[in-house]
């Protein structure tokens, strides 16, 4: 018995950053989000002798590996299943170099395989709830195109839902990798510390009209409302972070200049945006047209830099 | 007839970042700062042919002098004395390297010497509603030691008062100048384009709780409560600008890169906090026994770093 699933990445216009409860992973605030093309997860479960987590062809024995077969265990209880030996075996085609969290896909392609295992009977706002316990980013992986995952207030009323699987819009994501470096705060210490800073109340105050701005920018199939409404959501998840006592920020000084790269950019003409998440990595939202343009002058900017392009992907699928 | 006026410049730990009316340079928040000893102006009006402004010696006929004499012209009004024609010579002793903004100390020192020159009966409470007339922080300028200028309600409620003017805290400010370059845009601008954000209205709303924490902290000669205050307020103000519609930022990938030298330094034990003001520079503020080991770091991290120690300067005062 082996199941296969394949999920892709997913990233925030309209940020998840903070937890009612870190044990089911309830947000604070509703998400909405952008699957993408270029990144994906692909994972197999099979019966095993044994419990066993292949990442990349390697084998975790690691805090992953307790994470996967944490979350498992919890599947299990969830669905009254014993504790079968299960071998996972999952691939992350998420590049390094994308600076995007692989968790989204990874959590969304094993919650997937999870249920076309045991054959459960699920549909994907399940599906979504399921993932979601996983990685709460990953309730948003479900989905193709654009997907929204609703806070809802408790394990039942918290899951993602697609807003529009197949968008016109001309939408492209440039992953800019500025810096390797593995980040010293992790997403879950982060959102923890960012929670007392003075503007975190207020931020959240107003999540509900943001999420309703963006859905109208996507319905409207307007990129500037769009763009401009994604920054300033990222800049707030990060005005947020520099003003948490003690103070923290993800930016790195490359972060900067990328920043006023962005901001010169659109000096000229050249329409973009950038949303940043728990790292020094930006991604830059643009039409088509102007890729070719925003990839020059960052490459000729930044000695070590590596930009991948991306656009709408498809929501999760079973593979055998 | 010539009088002379020193003044000296002041860094604000609760910042002044909005005008509620530009022209009368009424604030739309009270502010505290740290008159400082190491830069000053010294500024002489006498009796001219016509009227001519000097600055380090060099006769200025830009925009400085225009704006220099529309000042005079402002307070000769308001004393009911007639335009006459006046020689301005002004000797600023903030070096560039400051990375501070010298119109503090340069229109206190002009407001005190248009006082003397003209023999009038003026306060200091009036001196220092003359001087926010000519720039906001200039009205605290007026005082050394600690001062706060409370926002009031219009031209004779706004002016500063003095806290402490001989604190005994053990409390130093190495300014750091990261990039001489001028900066792109200037606090007018940059506090009117504040306004917009979201967050500006819960930062204002803080204004009062800030000040107080701050004073109790004074009062109570607690540097580390006086330093993570001040390093709030500045990263609210930069928090407030990158999340202004459109961003800004006066952060520069050096301005990054000192503020995770602060963390690290405090990470260490050697206690000190940053306060950043509308430009990429920082100030450190530190008890003198880290002076050392803080220069030590900023000058082997930094290839082009110039660092000013400054502690608690004296009040305006008349030379001659």
Redo the contacts between chains.
Sequence with gaps: MKKTARAHTNIALIKYWGKKNAELRLPLMSSLSMTLDAFYSETSLETGQQNEFYLNNQKQSDQSAQRVFQYLHKLQDSFGLPYDALKVSSINHVPTAAGLASSSSAFAALAASFCAYYDLDVDRKMLSRLARIGSGSASRSIYGGFAIWQKGHDDKSSYAYPLDEKPAMDLHLLAVELDQKPKKLSSTKGMQAAQNS??FQ??LA?NDAELNDMIAAIKNNDFTKLG?LA??NA??M???N??A?????Y???????A??LV?ELRQQGIECYYTIDAGPNVKILTPLKNIKEIKKLFLSEFSNVKIINASFGPGVSILD
């Design positions: 003075p503007f207020p931020w107003r401009s920054e300033l800049n707030e990060h005005a947020i520099l003003t006592q003690p103070e923290f920020t930016f790195e000084p490359n972060t900067i200049k920043i006023k901001e």
